[in-house]
C-alpha cells in the first residue's frame, strides 16, 4: 500500500491469533464507508498485510461492483408484475418510507415496486451519501483495491451471489419488521455512522458491538442472520485456511469482530490466543 502516507495511523480494532505450529491470523475490523480521518493505517496493519500470504475478504468486492451483478440485483430486486410493497407493510409505516424515499430522491411509484431488502440497500446507500461518508473510503474496500490490482492472493468467505441470496432470504413475514428498522437507520442515519466512526478511529471494541447489537434491536432475528450464523460458517473456513499453514490478514465488517458470538471469541474457544494490536 504505497500510495498512502506512512505514520503512526489507525487501525486500533486489530487482532493476532496464533495458535502453537501454525502461522498467526491477524483480523482487522472495517467499515464499509469511510472518510479520510480514518487513514493512513496502522503501521501494524500494513506489517501484517505486506508479511502475510493470504489476504481475506468477506466477498470478491470486484464482481459485486460490475455491472453484470448490479444488474442482476435490480432484477431480483424487483416484485412480480402485479405486486407492491405497500401491500407488505402497515400503512403508517408505507407513509414513513415514501417520506424518506422522496427526500432522497426517489417516488413513492419507484419504490412500491421494489422487495424490502432492495428498497433499504438503495435508501440507505443514499442517506449515506448524505452523511458525506463514502463507501470508497471503507477499509475494506481500500485493502481490498491495492491486494486486487498488486496480485495478491485473495480469499473470499462467501460469494457476491451467496449474500444476494441471503438479503432475498428476508421473506414476506419479515417485511414490516425490516422496514421499520431501516426507517429507524435512516432517522439516526447522521448520527449512528458518526458514533460509528468515532468509535472506529478510537479503538472502542466493547462499545462498538453495543451500538451495533442497539441497531438490530427492532429486528432480532436479522441479527443472528446477518451476523451470528455467517460467524459460525467462518470460523470454520479460517480454522481449515490456518490448519493448511496459511498466514492471514482478514479484513471484515466490524460488527463480525465484536459483540456476542463474534469470531475472534469463538476462534479463542478453539485455543487460539488472542492479543489485540
Not at 407492491?84 to 412500491?112: C, F, M, P
Not at 457476491?160 to 426507517?183: G, M, R, V, Y
Not at 451470528?228 to 460488527?255: D, M, P
Request: charged share 20%.
Amino acid at each position: 500500500m504505497t500510495d498512502q502516507p506512512q505514520g503512526k495511523g489507525k487501525g486500533q480494532l486489530f487482532w493476532r491469533l496464533e495458535r502453537m505450529a501454525r502461522p498467526p491470523m491477524y483480523f482487522l475490523g472495517a467499515l464499509h464507508f469511510g472518510s479520510a480521518e480514518m487513514y493512513p493505517l496502522s503501521e501494524s496493519v500494513l506489517a501484517a498485510y505486506r508479511n502475510c500470504d493470504t489476504l481475506v475478504f468477506e466477498t470478491d468486492l470486484a464482481k459485486v461492483a460490475s455491472a453484470e451483478f448490479h444488474n442482476r440485483m435490480d432484477k431480483d430486486g424487483h416484485l412480480e408484475e402485479n405486486d407492491h410493497l405497500r401491500n407488505h407493510v402497515k400503512a403508517e409505516t408505507w407513509q414513513a418510507l415514501v417520506s424518506h424515499a422522496v427526500r432522497l430522491g426517489y417516488t413513492a411509484e419507484y419504490i412500491d415496486r421494489l422487495r424490502s431488502w432492495y428498497c433499504g440497500t438503495l435508501l440507505t446507500s443514499a442517506a449515506l451519501r448524505e452523511t458525506g461518508l463514502s463507501s470508497h473510503l471503507g477499509v475494506d474496500g481500500f485493502i481490498f483495491q491495492q491486494a486486487y490490482y498488486s496480485g495478491r492472493r485473495l480469499f473470499f468467505l462467501e460469494t457476491p451471489e451467496h449474500q444476494l441470496e441471503l438479503l432475498e432470504t428476508i421473506n414476506a413475514n419479515e417485511d414490516e419488521s425490516f422496514i421499520q428498522n431501516i426507517i429507524a437507520e435512516l432517522d439516526n442515519m447522521p448520527v449512528f455512522t458518526r458514533q460509528m466512526l468515532e468509535l472506529w478511529l478510537s479503538g472502542d471494541a466493547e462499545a462498538l458491538g453495543e451500538l451495533i447489537s442497539k441497531g438490530f434491536s427492532e429486528c432480532q432475528p436479522l441479527q443472528e442472520r446477518i451476523l451470528r450464523e455467517r460467524n459460525r460458517l467462518w470460523l470454520e473456513k479460517f480454522k481449515q485456511l490456518n490448519e493448511a499453514g496459511n498466514s492471514i490478514l482478514a479484513v471484515v465488517g466490524t460488527g463480525h469482530l465484536v459483540g456476542h458470538g463474534n469470531v475472534i471469541s469463538m476462534l479463542a474457544t478453539h485455543g487460539y490466543i488472542v492479543t489485540r494490536l
